[in-house]
């Protein structure tokens, strides 16, 4: 695996670019980072997530004084982020669907996800479908109750957890507005997130960083020696209803 020189990322873009028009047709006008924020808000999932960071953040203030070992938990969080994100980007989001004793074994997660696949600029699709934010925010309350010894602890976990998936939202759903990158981070980023989405789902699955977690499990190849997936936009070559 080699390092993504300057040709390469050039090689890249031209690519990706030429994959966008055949898939998907002109783009669309570029959007101001400002538009973009608000549009963001016009959709459930931000607040849902606001409402379980806030419950949080109240929980902990109200829990009073923690122990100084708890700034691990964020800290902690966030170098492993990456490597959370590739996990359930590939088990999970990336599932096949399975018979098992009679029954198909296919969530609404890997469902959702396959239509994204389908229309990466269909909106509603980039965001954590709402009916899993349902069960996961007990889902979440009751795993940090139990691998926490305190209160306040519990809560520095939630609000972490929160904090981190409204930042995951928040870039995944920048990444497919029409917002164009500028930094060199959110450059990296949306290349990478792009080759995901317009020229193979076998790679490049990490989504707030580029070139970490994929690197580490060797899903960063050099874009030049990837041919296009016929199947990027059809995981699985699957068609059927994820309604």
């Not at 998907?24 to 980072?33: A, H, I, M, V």
């Not at 923690?66 to 492993?80: D, Q, R, T, Y």
Request: proline content about 7%; charged content about 20%; glycine content about 6%.
């Amino acid at each position: 695996m080699t390092d993504t020189g300057p040709e390469v990322e050039s090689l890249a873009r031209e690519q990706v670019a030429r994959d966008e028009q055949r898939l998907t047709g002109p783009r669309r006008t570029s959007q101001s980072l400002g538009e973009v924020f608000g549009a963001f808000w016009r959709h459930p999932s931000p607040y849902l997530l606001g409402t379980c960071l806030a419950a949080a953040i109240t929980g902990r203030i109200v829990a009073g004084a923690g122990s100084w070992w708890e700034l691990a938990i964020p800290v902690g969080l966030v170098a492993v982020m990456p490597v959370v994100e590739w996990v359930i980007h590939v088990c999970i989001l990336h599932w096949k669907p399975r018979r098992v004793a009679g029954l198909t074994i296919d969530p609404l997660l890997s469902r959702k996800h396959r239509a994204h696949h389908r229309d990466p600029r269909e909106i509603p699709l980039v965001f954590i479908p709402w009916q899993a934010q349902l069960w996961l925010a007990p889902a979440w309350t009751g795993l940090a109750w139990l691998v926490t010894p305190t209160w306040t602890a519990m809560f520095t976990l939630l609000v972490s957890i929160y904090a981190l998936k409204s930042g995951y939202e928040w870039t995944h759903y920048l990444l497919h507005s029409d917002y164009r990158p500028r930094s060199r981070w959110f450059r990296a980023i949306w290349r990478n997130h792009r080759l995901h989405h317009y020229k193979s789902e076998h790679y490049w699955f990490t989504v707030t960083t580029a070139g970490t977690a994929d690197r580490l499990f060797g899903t960063n190849p050099d874009p030049s020696t990837v041919p296009t997936s016929p199947t990027v936009r059809a995981l699985h070559a699957l068609e059927e209803s994820t309604t």
